[in-house]
């Protein structure tokens, strides 16, 4: 993708999709507003820009270069929270139970939204939402299909419309789940979509609780790497291309650098300050490209497809919701 530096458009898409993104992050610590999360809230903003249709197209050049680069960055500096010795210290059954998670997660939504007629590119972006980390693995598979913005928005907005509705659920079910700490945390952890999903649940069952279920939601996140990998290799069969296109493996090398980043942050002394201030950095360069993907989206193409991918992704998240219970209670 080429950028033109010195085109006025391309510093207007910046200076819009930094505001839409430093907008989201303060306005996520509103009550009320946490649980939407800044990256949805960035999303929103973006598509709020658009009611300035001339706004929208002087900025197109920078938004088209945020949207596709800046995600990729941001995934790649997310990968500094990701702690590896402590997913390990957790033991293996936690890894196994995320594994079992994402998997039965994302065969299922899939399955459904193909029953339903969903399109199979949006059916799978919301499916790997729903089985791994929400937005961020929504924008992580998207380059792998080669999904349309409003693919990848109605996804990212499912995902979190359901993922609030099923924190609240679980809070909720607490007092009569008759769980342990640590099997709230875990139950919490391998069902909701969001990382803020699971804290913010989390944090209702306590401290300990709140631990098992970051413990178990970044178990999930680590898998998004090796999940991007086999659906670019799943997409890039079902492509009729040539012999020498088919050739090639459709690595997604970004992922590459969040397994680096996550090592690095792990096993490499840094200052908490610092850790702290690149994940704030990935946070506000995925917000960027969250707003640029809002500053592009068909209004129309979401009203006309959103109810069967939304009934699609209800039924799996219960599904998930039965198995996490059943999983945490028996194994934890």
């Not at 510093?11 to 430093?22: D, R, Y």
């Not at 080669?146 to 609030?164: E, P, Q, R, W, Y």
């Not at 609240?168 to 979509?193: D, R, Y």
């Not at 090796?226 to 492509?239: D, S, W």
Request: contains cysteine.
């Amino acid at each position: 993708m080429k950028v033109k530096w010195q085109e006025k458009g391309f510093w207007i898409g910046v200076a819009v999709t930094l505001a839409c993104s430093l907008a989201g992050k303060y306005l996520a610590q509103i009550p009320g507003l946490q649980l939407v999360g800044a990256l949805v809230i960035a999303l929103i903003l973006g598509m709020l820009v658009q009611m300035s249709r001339a706004l929208v197209v002087s900025a197109q050049p920078g938004t088209s270069f945020i949207s596709n680069k800046f995600l990729r960055l941001g995934i790649i500096l997310l990968g500094f929270r990701l702690n590896l010795k402590a997913l390990a210290d957790s033991g293996v059954k936690t890894i196994i139970l995320a594994i079992i998670v994402v998997a039965f997660t994302i065969v299922v939504v899939y399955f459904l939204c193909k029953w339903l007629k969903v399109d199979s590119t949006l059916g799978m972006l919301t499916a790997c939402g729903c089985g791994i980390c929400g937005a961020a693995a929504v924008m992580g598979v998207s380059p792998q299909l080669k999904a349309k913005n409003d693919d990848a928005v109605l996804a990212v907005a499912v995902v979190c419309i359901l993922g609030t509705v099923f924190t609240l659920i679980e809070v909720g079910l607490m007092p009569v789940l008759g769980m342990t700490p640590t099997q709230f945390g875990v139950m919490a952890g391998s069902s909701l979509h969001e990382i803020a999903h699971a804290v913010a649940a989390g944090e209702a069952g306590g401290t300990q609780a709140l631990d098992a279920s970051i413990i178990m939601k970044l178990s999930r996140v680590l898998l998004l790497a090796p999940v991007a990998l086999i659906v670019g290799i799943i997409a890039q069969r079902k492509v009729k291309t040539t012999t020498a296109e088919k050739a090639k493996l459709p690595i997604p090398w970004f992922m590459g650098g969040f397994l680096l980043t996550s090592a690095i942050g792990t096993f490499i002394a840094m200052p908490v300050s610092l850790l702290n201030g690149l994940v704030s950095l990935a946070y506000l360069a995925l917000g960027m490209a969250m707003a640029g993907l809002g500053m592009s989206v068909n209004f129309q193409v979401i009203i006309r497809r959103g109810g069967r991918v939304f009934l699609a992704a209800t039924i799996g998240s219960v599904a998930l919701l039965a198995l996490s219970i059943t999983a945490s209670k028996l194994f934890f």
